[in-house]
């Protein structure tokens, strides 16, 4: 069966601090995978996805993302956080014709 | 880029009522659109599948004849709540994919349905 799940529900950070946020998945076809965040009050917006290829991911904003195979996981990382990166994060796959989401990790970033 | 709207933002009805929510791709054709129904504090759950043209396609345990769904135009999907319950309050989202090779998901707003 397909899935995606997401280990960190809320996440806490000082600004200037590294994040990672891990993102699993099961599917034994070819996979697409996505990050989204959704801020406070607005809608999802794509931060970064993997189809092939590269399987080290730069998005938006300064996040990058790497798609371990053999681990089937889709980590989200930035090095350096900021206040405005408070939102809430999704992780989606794996594949484009009907997308499953993570349960969302909320992330808080303290000045 | 590529835009999402959703009207209303928000809507409260009366138990028994139904409610009609339209999303629209306002500067692209959007072949597919999909309804997500999002609990508080909880992710995205995949409503259905339409396609312009065509019958949506739900998933499973989602009742069609209860969540009716259109998709008549290239800009134009509606999900319509009928016989609205309190336990049908919740978050909806559409989101909108153009045909061919396209990939990428738009999502609107979301509308906020309350249920009294």
């Known amino acids: 069966a397909q899935s995606v799940s997401q280990h960190n529900h809320h996440v806490i950070l000082s600004e200037a601090a590294s994040l990672e946020l891990g993102c699993n998945y099961s599917?034994?076809?070819?996979?697409?995978l996505f990050w989204y965040v959704q801020y406070p009050g607005q809608h999802l917006q794509l931060l970064l996805k993997?189809?092939?290829?590269?399987?080290l991911v730069k998005g938006i904003k300064g996040f990058e993302a790497e798609f371990i195979k053999s681990k089937f996981s889709f980590n989200l990382r930035k090095p350096s956080v900021q206040w405005s990166d408070t939102a809430e994060y999704f992780c989606?796959?794996?594949?484009?014709?009907?997308?499953?989401f993570g349960t969302g990790t909320r992330l808080q970033v303290f000045p | 880029g590529a835009v999402v709207s959703q009207h209303p933002s928000w809507v409260i009805c009366k138990s028994g009522t139904s409610v009609k929510i339209e999303c629209r791709s306002l500067?692209?054709?959007?072949?597919?659109m999909f309804w997500y129904r999002q609990f508080p504090k909880q992710s995205l759950m995949l409503m259905a599948t339409?396609?312009?043209?065509?019958?949506?396609?739900?998933e499973q345990g989602v009742e069609k004849d209860k969540f009716l769904i259109n998709h008549a135009s290239l800009t134009l999907s509606t999900l319509t709540v009928t016989s609205a319950h309190p336990e049908d309050s919740s978050f909806y989202i559409c989101?909108?994919?153009?045909?061919?090779?396209?990939?990428?998901?738009?999502f609107g707003p979301g509308t906020r349905l309350t249920v009294t």
């Open positions: 500067d692209f054709q959007a072949t597919t």
């Open positions: 989101s909108a994919r153009e045909g061919g090779n396209s990939y990428e998901q738009y």
């Open positions: 339409s396609n312009e043209g065509s019958k949506a396609t739900y």
């Open positions: 599917y034994g076809g070819t996979v697409n």
């Open positions: 989606a796959g794996p594949n484009t014709d009907k997308l499953i």
């Open positions: 993997y189809f092939s290829g590269d399987p």
